[in-house]
């Protein structure tokens, strides 16, 4: 993504910019909360320190993300997807056999209210009024409707359009309808954490309420070792509560494969993001074995930020790890949104314009979230005393504005410079994205593959067997490429830029995607 920014552009600020945000926010987000969430529910089944459980938990990550790389990530992944589907199913009917079904799970949930509640006012906690409604008040709800609708949506556009994370996948794939048909699948999947996630959390509050809706700061950090709040617990909760033994640990299994391949994903395009857009501008003469080594020790470090993160994720939003992923990401994430919008769409936007834009978003959003940190979010019962100047506007709210404000910035900025030649666009932008002449690149790559000269091991030279086995468990054996001719790479190139697909699976997809669409509108207007 950074790369094609590059292509659109020109120059390397923007470029390296996005590499480092990127890196910034899998560390405050994704990695730590991740490590967080399977921390806690090995802590919760084992009961093992939330330490010792993170090293356990990284210790069996790292050594298939190292050993494998991207194919092994996609493999496993595939593989623990049905096994996360199969155990979460069978989770969720002992849910709602133990509530008596859907209609008597409503009326317990309105009922579930701790036995130990302090002074604390009763708005802490008993359930509110509108828990089975999407759409709730947009001034006083913890979610309110335009923030879910708008707000939501600037925040997909960046993960699921542009986020090297899931684009990486994307572009690994074989074909364009491939590549569709991955997203759509995506997209049905993605509708069932509301009935296998959502509700059985719900069900853990209803079965296990002192533990999980705690309200009194001595009993939360008593029960899960947080002042702020036990709701992170409902799920493993119901699953070390409620499962039988030989299902207890399958869930465990689901669990812990969900994390990994979350984590492998991260550690793959984060290994990606360093090597390609800032270890190659310090090493421009990198050799393709010197990237990889240098992806697998960065990741190392990667996860030490990530582990020392820790302690702000679990005191932060009442102690909700959803919460606190989604403010961090409405901080600064709409800007990259706005410039990947405008670069696409908008053939005008400058290099000069998209920069200036995302520092201005960045300052912004910077500010509101190193303000958050310094006075804290606070909870219910003990709230932050944050100036409400800054943090008094719903963190969705304010994702919207940065979003509003970056993109008239960038395009203001744009119009007030000069534009970029069509030449240098084919292809890159929306209206010109069928043209067929050849694009002239702003800017050469700044990195040139010296495998010929640096990797390949020559006869005279052979790796003893210690070396041998270190490079392959790292992925890094040695072996000579055939030498391609002009013809031969001309033809590889083709294939992989082809675009093109078979009428019959493309109006396949196509018409899944209409369907997916029918179907979260219709969960949308009934669960409104």
């Not at 709602?96 to 002074?119: D, H, R, W």
């Not at 990797?455 to 270190?470: E, I, M, Q, R």
């Amino acid at each position: 993504m950074p790369e094609y920014l590059k292509k659109r552009f020109g120059g390397q600020r923007i470029r390296i910019y996005l590499s480092l945000l990127s890196l910034l926010l899998y560390v405050f987000t994704k990695i730590s909360a991740d490590i967080l969430s399977g921390a806690i529910f090995i802590q919760q089944a084992l009961g093992l320190n939330i330490y010792l459980a993170v090293i356990a938990l990284l210790a069996i990550t790292a050594l298939y993300t190292v050993t494998g790389g991207l194919a092994a990530v996609i493999y496993t992944d595939t593989l623990q997807t049905f096994i996360m589907l199969i155990g979460s199913f069978i989770l969720m009917g002992f849910a709602f056999n133990e509530v008596k079904g859907y209609e008597n799970f409503e009326k317990l949930y309105m009922q579930a209210v701790p036995s130990i509640t302090g002074n604390i006012s009763a708005n802490c906690y008993e359930p509110r009024p509108d828990s089975f409604h999407l759409f709730r008040d947009p001034l006083t709800a913890d979610i309110p409707w335009p923030g879910l609708v708008f707000g939501l949506t600037i925040q997909a556009i960046w993960y699921f359009c542009t986020d090297q994370v899931i684009v990486q996948r994307c572009l690994s794939a074989k074909s364009l309808s491939h590549v569709k048909g991955g997203c759509i699948l995506c997209g049905y999947l993605k509708i069932l954490p509301m009935f296998l996630m959502v509700f059985p959390g719900m069900i853990s509050r209803i079965l296990y309420t002192d533990v999980v809706a705690c309200v009194d700061p001595d009993e939360c950090e008593k029960h899960c070792g947080t002042r702020v709040g036990c709701s992170n617990i409902a799920y493993p909760k119901l699953v070390v509560e409620l499962m039988p033994k030989g299902l207890r640990g399958l869930m465990l299994s689901v669990m812990l494969a969900s994390l990994m391949s979350s984590l492998t994903s991260i550690f793959n395009s984060a290994s990606t993001l360093f090597t390609m857009d800032i270890y190659t501008r310090i090493r421009r003469s990198a050799s393709e074995k010197e990237l990889m080594i240098a992806g697998r020790v960065f990741i190392l470090a990667l996860i030490g930020v990530s582990i020392a993160w820790i302690p702000m994720v679990q005191g932060s939003q009442s102690g909700q790890l959803f919460v606190y992923t989604e403010s961090i990401t409405s901080y600064l994430a709409p800007p990259v949104a706005a410039v990947f919008l405008l670069a696409i769409f908008c053939k005008r936007v400058n290099e000069t314009g998209a920069f200036y834009g995302l520092i201005i978003g960045l300052c912004m959003g910077l500010s509101r979230m190193i303000t958050e940190f310094i006075y804290g979010t606070g909870s219910c019962a003990i709230p932050s005393n944050c100036p409400t100047i800054i943090c008094g506007v719903h963190y969705l709210y304010f994702g919207l504005i940065l979003f509003v404000i970056s993109g008239i910035v960038m395009l203001a900025v744009s119009l007030m410079t000069k534009p970029i030649d069509d030449k240098h666009l084919y292809r890159l932008c929306w209206s010109l994205r069928n043209c067929t002449e050849e694009r002239v690149d702003l800017e050469m790559d700044d990195w040139t593959d010296n495998q010929d000269s640096n990797s390949v091991d020559s006869d005279d030279d052979k790796p003893g067997f210690l070396k041998k086995a270190v490079m392959c468990f790292c992925g890094l054996e040695t072996k000579k490429a055939p030498k391609l001719t002009k013809e031969e790479e001309e033809e590889l190139q083709r294939k992989l830029t082809d675009t093109s697909e078979v009428p019959l699976w493309r109006n396949v997809v196509n018409v899944n995607a209409i369907i997916l669409l029918c179907v979260a509108v219709f969960c949308h207007a009934y669960f409104g």
